[in-house]
């Protein structure tokens, strides 16, 4: 979406063509290592034991460039048995159902995950992942979810077998 035909340069300002950066920024940035420390209290004060951040991220919700997120359960791509993560989504900008808001299905926390992400040897000694469906699956529906729009500073707790995009 942000490259121009010639595949080399941008066909946006730089700022519009940005759609993720990181997936683990705590281990990296000093900034996002703080703020996890103190999500880790927020979420110990809400009686999860041990928290621990396994991923952190900025995503940004360009008008031009990146696309949605479609339906998925955090839980499928961090998995744990017996299921115990949570995702933590802090809104840096006002979000609303114009710019990229999140969405999510009420009551999904009881539904079962649908899929797990598992590593595999792709038999040329290279590792792949891929989206496994437990037994019985559903395909993740949007049908029912409510918009979730937030003002800058919110912050969002999602249990991780909740279904929801952005």
Not at 3 to 32: M, T
Not at 43 to 59: C, D, F, H, R, T
């Amino acid at each position: 979406d942000a490259f121009a035909e010639d595949g080399k340069s941008l066909q946006y300002p730089k700022r519009d063509c940005i759609n993720k950066v990181g997936h683990a920024l705590h281990v990296h940035d000093d900034v996002f290592r703080e703020y996890c420390g103190s999500l880790e209290r927020i979420a110990g004060g809400l009686g999860m034991k041990e928290p621990v951040p396994l991923q952190s991220m900025y995503i940004c919700k360009s008008p031009r460039t990146g696309g949605e997120v479609g339906p998925h359960q955090d839980s499928s791509f961090l998995y744990t048995d017996p299921p115990s993560v949570h995702g933590v989504w802090l809104s840096v900008d006002k979000a609303g159902t114009d710019n990229g808001c999140l969405w999510v299905i009420p009551g999904s926390h009881s539904t079962p995950i649908q899929k797990r992400l598992v590593r595999k040897d792709n038999g040329e000694g290279k590792t792949e992942l891929e989206l496994v469906p437990f037994e019985e699956t559903t395909e993740l529906s949007t049908e029912g979810g409510v918009a979730l729009p937030t003002e800058q500073g919110d912050l969002v707790i999602l249990h991780g077998q909740v279904v929801h995009w952005s």
